[in-house]
């Protein structure tokens, strides 16, 4: 076998996931640099919500960022920059590939969180942007709710701790199953409900059906 063929088979058998087409970067892997991941982002002009375009210009301060690390126990936090400017797609294809995530896998999240829109509020005032951050859980304001990139990366970085099997106080609460690394549906669930495989599938199915139907790509959403 070729060398970057054994490479590419050696990557799927290392993603364990529902989905075949949903290659993720193996348990582990090191966020790329904020460079490297914009490299391989494919620039376009799609750009279905217009409205973000405030929130697409603006990247953190060195402040924002110093308390945003101060504040947060996040595992990964100290890699979260938001330190890039594009689209809405290109911004959501940035933060999946420094994380090491299929594109289509956070484009279908942000479908099902927030229709793509920034100023998407909800769960009562507390949750924020593309991902739904939500406080007290994640930090910090305003600019989680005004930085499309930031939002993005934190949920990037945040997912990759699920994955990694970062996150062990899971197994310390109420859980459906064993937390472990390697799970990406539940690490997607757990996101939406912060607990393991506890009232996750009504949502995951909600992801999975934007993911199916590439949704972000429909008339019903573009329109």
Same mark, same amino acid.
């Given at each position: 076998?070729?060398?970057?063929?054994?490479?590419?088979? &050696?990557?799927?058998? &290392?993603?364990?996931?529902?989905?075949?087409?949903?290659?993720?970067?193996?348990?582990?892997?090191?966020?790329?640099? =904020?460079?490297?991941?914009?490299?391989?982002?494919? *620039?376009?002009?799609?750009?279905?919500?217009?409205?973000?375009? +405030?929130?697409?210009?603006?990247?953190?301060?060195?402040?924002?960022?110093?308390?945003?690390?101060?504040?947060? =126990?996040?595992?990964?936090?100290?890699?979260?920059?938001?330190?890039?400017?594009? @689209?809405? =797609?290109?911004?959501?294809?940035?933060?999946?590939?420094?994380?090491?995530? $299929?594109?289509?896998?956070?484009?279908?999240?942000?479908?099902?969180?927030?229709?793509?829109?920034?100023?998407?509020?909800?769960? $009562?005032?507390?949750?924020?942007?593309?991902?739904?951050?939500?406080?007290?859980?994640?930090?910090?304001?305003?600019?989680?709710?005004?930085?499309? &990139?930031?939002?993005?990366?934190?949920?990037?970085?945040?997912?990759?701790?699920?994955? =990694?099997? *970062?996150?062990?106080?899971? +197994?310390?609460?109420?859980?459906?199953?064993?937390?472990?690394?390697?799970?990406?549906?539940?690490?997607?669930?757990?996101?939406?409900?912060?607990?393991?495989?506890?009232?996750?599938?009504?949502?995951?199915?909600?992801? #999975?059906?934007?993911? #199916?139907?590439? @949704?972000? *790509?429909?008339?019903?959403?573009?329109?």
């Amino acid at each position: 076998m070729k060398p970057v063929l054994a490479a590419i088979a &050696a990557l799927l058998v &290392a993603a364990p996931c529902a989905d075949a087409a949903l290659v993720t970067r193996p348990v582990g892997a090191k966020p790329l640099p =904020d460079a490297a991941a914009a490299k391989l982002v494919k *620039r376009s002009s799609f750009e279905p919500r217009r409205e973000n375009r +405030n929130a697409l210009r603006r990247t953190p301060t060195a402040a924002q960022l110093k308390l945003f690390r101060k504040k947060s =126990d996040m595992p990964y936090a100290r890699f979260v920059t938001g330190a890039y400017t594009g @689209t809405t =797609d290109e911004v959501i294809q940035w933060a999946a590939r420094k994380w090491g995530f $299929n594109p289509d896998l956070l484009r279908s999240v942000a479908v099902v969180e927030s229709w793509w829109r920034m100023s998407t509020v909800g769960d $009562n005032g507390d949750s924020f942007g593309l991902f739904q951050m939500r406080r007290p859980f994640h930090c910090c304001l305003p600019f989680m709710a005004q930085d499309a &990139a930031f939002n993005a990366d934190y949920y990037g970085a945040i997912l990759r701790s699920f994955y =990694d099997g *970062r996150q062990s106080w899971l +197994n310390t609460v109420e859980r459906g199953k064993q937390y472990r690394a390697g799970d990406l549906w539940g690490s997607v669930g757990t996101w939406f409900s912060g607990r393991w495989w506890v009232n996750v599938q009504g949502y995951i199915s909600k992801v #999975r059906a934007a993911l #199916r139907d590439r @949704t972000w *790509r429909t008339s019903a959403f573009t329109g």
